[in-house]
């Protein structure tokens, strides 16, 4: 019997992206609850046919930690600043300071943005 094999690129399912999955649905619910309608965190779009659920630091920077999934590490964006955020690292380092994410994480990208953020607050 011969079994289909996945698609080049995509991973197979498993209890990791059912986690995931649930974590981004479960935001998006509650952000509905919270204020009702559907926006993008970024631009405030309220029209887009689809808005995504991303993780500011991502499961490949840090898979499986306990806060991966921490409604402070989820943004909803429109599928056209999603494209940027995750295009762009710069825009996704404003995101963790924005989040002052280093409390949950020690990534190479959590420690400069909090080293900049100490920073700001001496020159105040």
Known sequence: MNLPL?????????AISRRH????REYKENF??????????RCGETNPLVFDTHHIISAGSAPQHLYLHDHRNLI????????????NP????????????????????????????EGRDEES
């Open 6 to 14: 996945p698609k080049p690129g995509k991973r197979p399912k498993c």
């Open 21 to 24: 999955s649930k974590a981004c």
């Open 32 to 41: 509905l609850v919270r204020y009702n309608y559907p926006f993008c965190e």
């Open 76 to 87: 909803l964006l429109c599928r056209n600043c999603h494209n940027a955020v995750e295009q």
């Open 90 to 117: 710069d825009e996704n380092r404003k995101l963790v300071l924005k989040r002052s994410l280093w409390e949950l994480f020690d990534t190479p990208l959590t420690r400069a943005a909090k080293a900049e953020a």
